[in-house]
């Protein structure tokens, strides 16, 4: 269960994301390799091109292959001037400092009072700069890079500026925050591509933040227990997170796959509807996001609340009542609760 011991929380979040983390990494480890690789190319004498050129196209090339002038042309590094072998260095010295940060890239924290969005877009559009310092090596190797179009490429590089071969490999991120903190709505739009993102939460939090984000294409779930995250690995587009406290909603969105639709399983919902404003967000606020929660539960199958007020709550109840215990299905669970909201006052 989340605490606000969140650093533990982090590493096993981080550990269930192994996955994405390694693909980032190896698309870091590699790029930096090819960038390198331009500037190794220059740095070579004019005798060792054209020793390396000989070798690689054989004795066939002898008096046939003006050897000197195919390795110039077969050397991307060849044609870096000065101006444009600097840009490159500085994409390749971008790659290092991020691969010396290790899983550090991948973890972010929200001050107490901050922006959870915000927060998340900073964090990746550090880690971007990967792809911003790939763009830049390319830029300058064909000549096309222009400073005042491209020089801010390898210090900031957001989401909505990567492509979708880059939103395929992006960098997953782990967020620690407080509770209260918790306004989810903004991050709808960072959920592309393969996008990861976990929020460990401490402390009291909305009981439904996270059902604003869900969509037929985003895994969503809230947990409290970090075993959950083991889903994760079998999530192949976007997928957002949360662990909180045992007191909010428990749910799990999976989204539509192969033309089947979406399903949403809810398997907790809170004893009461939220009395408090929790930070900025309204008792109201919060009430609302756990009521669209039950709604969405409905539409999916979860709850057809219509057909178990009544005769067949009352049934049900009679039948728990008179015989063992049975685990109660979602239907009769977020039923249940609904009754459980509603104002009888009056009635009598």
């Known amino acids: 269960m989340p605490s606000d011991n969140t650093d533990e929380l982090a590493r096993q979040a981080l550990e269930a994301l192994s996955g994405p983390r390694e693909s980032f990494h190896s698309a870091l480890v590699a790029t930096l390799e090819q960038v390198r690789g331009l500037l190794d190319a220059r740095a070579g004498s004019e005798e060792e091109r054209t020793a390396r050129a000989t070798a690689e196209l054989g004795a066939f090339a002898a008096g046939r292959i003006d050897i000197e002038r195919f390795s110039s042309l077969s050397d991307p590094g060849e044609s870096l001037d000065e101006g444009?072998?600097?840009?490159?260095?500085?994409?390749?010295?971008?790659?290092?400092?991020?691969?010396?940060?290790?899983?550090?890239?991948?973890?972010?924290?929200?001050?107490?009072?901050?922006?959870?969005?915000?927060?998340?877009?900073?964090?990746?559009?550090?880690?971007?700069?990967?792809?911003?310092?790939?763009?830049?090596?390319?830029?300058?190797?064909?000549?096309?890079?222009?400073?005042?179009?491209?020089?801010?490429?390898?210090?900031?590089?957001?989401?909505?500026?990567?492509?979708?071969?880059?939103?395929?490999?992006?960098?997953?991120?782990?967020?620690?925050?407080?509770?209260?903190?918790?306004?989810?709505?903004?991050l709808a739009s960072l959920l592309d591509g393969a996008q990861k993102i976990v929020l460990v939460v401490s402390g009291k939090a909305p009981p439904a933040a996270l059902v604003r984000l869900i969509t037929p294409g985003v895994f969503v779930m809230q947990a409290d227990e970090p075993e959950s995250l083991d889903r994760l690995a079998e999530v192949e587009g976007p997928a957002v997170v949360a662990l909180l406290s045992a007191e909010a909603s428990r749910f799990i969105h999976y989204p539509a796959v192969n033309g089947r639709a979406g399903r949403l399983s809810v398997q907790h919902l809170p004893d009461e509807e939220p009395k408090r404003a929790l930070g900025s967000l309204s008792?109201?606020?919060?009430?609302?996001?756990?009521?669209?929660?039950?709604?969405?539960?409905?539409?999916?199958?979860?709850?057809?609340?219509?057909?178990?007020?009544?005769?067949?709550?009352?049934?049900?109840?009679?039948?728990?009542?008179?015989?063992?215990?049975?685990?109660?299905?979602?239907?009769?669970?977020l039923a249940a609760w609904i009754l459980s909201q509603a104002d009888l006052t009056g009635l009598d």
């Open 84 to 186: 444009s072998a600097a840009q490159v260095e500085r994409a390749a010295r971008t790659l290092e400092s991020l691969i010396e940060r290790g899983d550090q890239v991948f973890l972010a924290r929200v001050e107490r009072g901050g922006d959870l969005r915000d927060t998340v877009e900073s964090a990746l559009a550090e880690a971007g700069r990967a792809f911003g310092a790939a763009r830049t090596a390319e830029l300058a190797r064909s000549g096309r890079y222009e400073a005042e179009r491209h020089d801010g490429l390898v210090d900031h590089f957001p989401p909505h500026r990567w492509s979708r071969q880059e939103l395929s490999v992006a960098p997953p991120l782990v967020v620690e925050l407080s509770g209260q903190d918790l306004r989810t709505g903004g």
């Open 283 to 333: 008792a109201f606020q919060q009430t609302e996001e756990l009521r669209h929660l039950v709604a969405l539960g409905d539409r999916a199958g979860e709850a057809a609340v219509e057909s178990v007020q009544g005769a067949a709550a009352a049934e049900a109840a009679v039948e728990k009542a008179a015989g063992p215990a049975v685990e109660e299905a979602p239907a009769d669970r």
